[in-house]
């Protein structure tokens, strides 16, 4: 069935480094994909999409690109915050409307 | 917009009690999801609803638990009888499954421990 696999972490980065965490997934058909994020004590909020193959979604200074080639959605941002801490989760849609989600990375900014 | 919503927020009790979970979908959503996430497992699917109707309930643990979405707009997640192995956070998210590209929306979650 469709999957999803991402970075395990946690990964511990200082302020201003630069973040990619990687994501990919296994799907028959083309799925559309997501980035979520979820801040201590809160629900998980939908970060960016993207739906068809070479679209970039981008949000809060994130980014990712869908590619179709390496069935990759790695989500990259240039210069991470303390603010930025969170588990981060890639999740991809069917077209069954069928939601996967990977397990999370957890990320950790420090000043 | 308002988005999701669960209630309560927070839920201590003993062991063996009726512990009885609610939400409010995003308005024009017609799918609903109960997921549970713990340290240990992660986030795990529950059971869904389509247009009210429970689609798949295969994650549901174990017979204790019970879901019900009476109507569009509420459902609930019971467990009956509660044991500490429970404890988690429970989350509701809904969407609109018109199209694939539509995403789930989750509310706030339920901190559940049950002592």
């Known amino acids: 069935g469709d999957s999803v696999t991402q970075m395990e972490g946690p990964v511990t980065l200082s302020e201003e480094a630069f973040l990619t965490i990687n994501c990919t997934y296994t799907a028959t058909g083309y799925p559309s994909l997501f980035w979520y994020v979820q801040y201590p004590g809160e629900g998980l909020q939908l970060l960016l999409k993207?739906?068809?193959?070479?679209d970039k979604g981008s949000n809060k200074g994130f980014e990712a690109t869908y590619r179709k080639e390496t069935t990759s959605f790695h989500l990259e941002k240039g210069s991470v915050q303390v603010s930025d801490s969170a588990v981060y989760f890639c999740?991809?849609?069917?077209?069954?409307?069928?939601?996967?989600f990977g397990a999370g990375t957890r990320l950790t900014v420090k000043p | 917009d308002a988005g999701v919503i669960q209630s309560p927020r927070h839920e201590v009790t003993e062991m063996g009690q009726e512990v009885t979970l609610r939400c409010k979908p995003i308005s024009g959503h017609n799918s609903l999801f109960w997921y549970r996430q713990t340290m240990m497992r992660g986030l795990e699917l529950l059971i869904y609803?389509?247009?009210?109707?429970?689609?798949?309930d295969s994650g549901m643990p174990e017979d204790r638990f019970s879901a019900k979405m009476p109507n569009a707009s509420f459902s609930t997640l019971k467990i009956q009888p509660s044991e500490p192995r429970d404890s988690a956070v429970y989350f509701c998210?809904?969407?609109?499954?018109?199209?694939?590209?539509?995403?789930?929306?989750f509310g706030d979650g339920t901190r559940l421990s049950i002592l």
């Open positions: 999740a991809l849609k069917d077209n069954n409307n069928d939601m996967r």
């Open positions: 993207a739906t068809k193959a070479d």
């Open positions: 609803f389509n247009n009210n109707v429970p689609i798949d």
């Open positions: 998210a809904s969407s609109f499954t018109g199209a694939s590209n539509q995403p789930q929306h």
